[in-house]
């Protein structure tokens, strides 16, 4: 069972982690790069393109050059990582930053040709209703690329808090057998998905824990312990730790990628305009928010 996030929490977690996001990403950008060759193999020609969990924006000029007619929406709950992304490519042409939640998306339906997805469906505080909110917003044949963490993700950090106490101090991230499952209710066609793993390598447990502070990827769900954590309690975890330390003298940390691809339905029953999606219209030249929805035509 997935856990339960904190909506508020994740949003402030990335806010902080904004200003040093891009210097910490190592990862981030292999995978969103792996996630961006995929696309060579595929035919489509999108007019609009939603870069879901677009983050600081690195990849979006990226999908601006691929697509160079189409409209690309920069969305992300992170009005901070969403600032550093209009400041890194302001003055580029049919290019949008929104903020707001994959579970509410503020497009029409059958709107979009395109979502690139990298890292951010775990993120979800309602998984099953962001998928829904995907097929939504899709055209019939329109595509979903995406990579998420799975479930081996951390997961020598979490044995080692289980050693600790019985609190949730690592999430529990998606099967990719479950992920598939999740595709299919939610009347995805010809779902696709790999996995690869990657072992980042620390001296210590706390630079490993310094490091995913840096990336904002902590503890957010809502059973989380509060307060700080005890000093024998970090000893603890620390010592458990030093148990998987290598020949090289290195603490691994296992990630797991989840790679991704399903197609929207070539038959859709409901009947909507062309290309039209809802956006807020102080987002034109500038940072939305999901909260005011006015129609805009590309």
Not at 3 to 15: G, H, S, T, V
Not at 95 to 124: C, K, R, T
Not at 253 to 259: F, G, P, Q
Request: hydrophobic residues 40%; glycine residues 6%.
């Amino acid at each position: 069972m997935l856990n339960q996030l904190d909506e508020k929490k994740i949003a402030f977690r990335f806010n902080k982690a904004a200003h040093r996001y891009d210097s910490a990403a190592v990862l981030q950008r292999t995978v969103g790069n792996a996630l961006l060759k995929r696309l060579e193999g595929i035919r489509l020609w999108p007019q609009t393109i939603l870069d879901l969990g677009c983050g600081t924006g690195h990849f979006t000029p990226f999908l601006k050059k691929a697509y160079s007619s189409a409209s690309i929406i920069g969305f992300d709950q992170s009005t901070g990582m969403l600032k550093r992304a209009q400041e890194k490519n302001e003055g580029v042409s049919k290019m949008y930053w929104l903020a707001g939640q994959a579970e509410s998306l503020p497009f029409s339906d059958h709107s979009v040709e395109l979502i690139y997805s990298n890292l951010m469906l775990h993120w979800s505080v309602d998984f099953q209703e962001a998928l829904n909110e995907l097929s939504r917003v899709l055209k019939p044949g329109g595509l979903l690329l995406f990579s998420i963490v799975g479930a081996d993700t951390l997961k020598e950090l979490r044995y080692c808090w289980s050693q600790v106490d019985d609190n949730s101090h690592v999430h529990v991230f998606p099967d990719m057998h479950d992920l598939g499952d999740a595709l299919l209710q939610t009347a995805f066609t010809d779902p696709v998905m790999d996995v690869e793993y990657f072992t980042l390598l620390y001296s210590s447990a706390f630079f490993l824990m310094k490091d995913l502070k840096a990336l904002g990827v902590q503890n957010l769900s809502i059973d989380r312990h509060r307060g700080l954590t005890a000093k024998k309690s970090l000893q603890t975890l620390i010592q458990s730790y030093e148990t998987f330390r290598n020949s090289a003298e290195k603490l691994p940390a296992t990630w797991e990628i989840i790679y991704g691809h399903a197609w929207a339905p070539l038959e859709m029953t409901d009947k909507v305009g062309v290309n039209e999606i809802k956006i807020a219209v102080d987002s034109i030249g500038g940072l939305g928010s999901a909260s005011r929805r006015h129609p805009l035509l590309f």
